[in-house]
């Protein structure tokens, strides 16, 4: 079964380092979205990309994130400058679509995640 | 105010009890809902997702959804131990809207 997958699995970087989480969509997929979720918290949305841009972000979605697809396959997410609260993990999702349609092609399958360590 | 409401537990059940969840959203536009399973330190786990009101029914689950009481719950019926976990209702706001919402999440314990 076609699933979605995140690397790496953990990362520890230094306070003001920048770090690139990368990420495979479900190949057929068409939206790709970055969620974080810090320890004991819920799962908070960080952005949405389709088509090749940015279709909605949250607040959390400053200037020190940035979203790529750099070729056919993979996805990433960029923090340019880390800080100690950005210690979480950030989970990768895609969809077929977004809404309409079939509802369910609008269900987001999540990968598993990368653990991000600010020290 | 808080969009997805959810108990966090834990929800404590015997194994072969019917467990159940719930959870209420605050926009009443609100148009898919969505239950993951999250086991600690991993990814959400896609369970079910409802769209009409009523139920719906898949294995030992079942979705209910009654948006005039803007509530939505899940319903594990013979209850393993396997599936004590985290369940996450998540919520998808109005047409236009792309991302999920998610409640805290309430922790189930099912005890052998």
């Known amino acids: 079964e076609p699933e979605v997958t995140q690397t790496p699995s953990h990362q520890v970087t230094q306070m003001g380092q920048e770090v690139i989480l990368r990420c495979v969509p479900i190949?057929?997929?068409?939206?790709f979205y970055w969620y974080r979720q810090i320890l004991g918290q819920k799962v908070e949305f960080l952005v949405s990309?389709?088509?090749?841009?940015?279709?909605?972000k949250s607040e959390i979605f400053d200037d020190q994130f940035s979203v790529e697809r750099p070729d056919g396959s993979n996805f990433t997410l960029k923090i340019r400058s880390t800080k100690l609260e950005d210690s979480a993990m950030y989970f990768c999702?895609?969809?077929?679509?977004?809404?309409?349609?079939?509802?369910?092609?609008?269900?987001?399958?999540f990968g598993p995640g990368t653990r991000l360590t600010v020290l | 105010q808080k969009e997805v409401e959810q108990n966090s537990g834990p929800l404590s059940v015997p194994e072969g009890a019917i467990a159940s969840l719930n959870c209420t959203y605050s926009d009443r536009g609100s148009q898919s809902f969505f239950w993951y399973r999250q086991y600690s330190g991993k990814s959400p786990e896609l369970i079910m997702f409802?769209?009409?009101?009523g139920d719906k029914e898949d294995g030992r689950f079942t979705a209910q959804l009654n948006k005039a009481s803007q509530y939505v719950s899940l319903l594990i019926r013979d209850s393993q131990p396997s599936d004590s976990a985290t369940y996450l209702c998540?919520?998808?706001?109005?047409?236009?809207?792309?991302?999920?919402?998610f409640g805290t999440g309430t922790r189930l314990l099912v005890s052998p």
């Open positions: 998540a919520v998808k706001l109005n047409t236009g809207f792309q991302k999920l919402v």
């Open positions: 190949s057929n997929h068409l939206y």
């Open positions: 999702a895609s969809s077929q679509r977004s809404s309409g349609g079939h509802l369910s092609s609008d269900t987001q399958y």
């Open positions: 990309f389709y088509n090749n841009e940015i279709s909605e």
């Open positions: 409802i769209y009409s009101n």
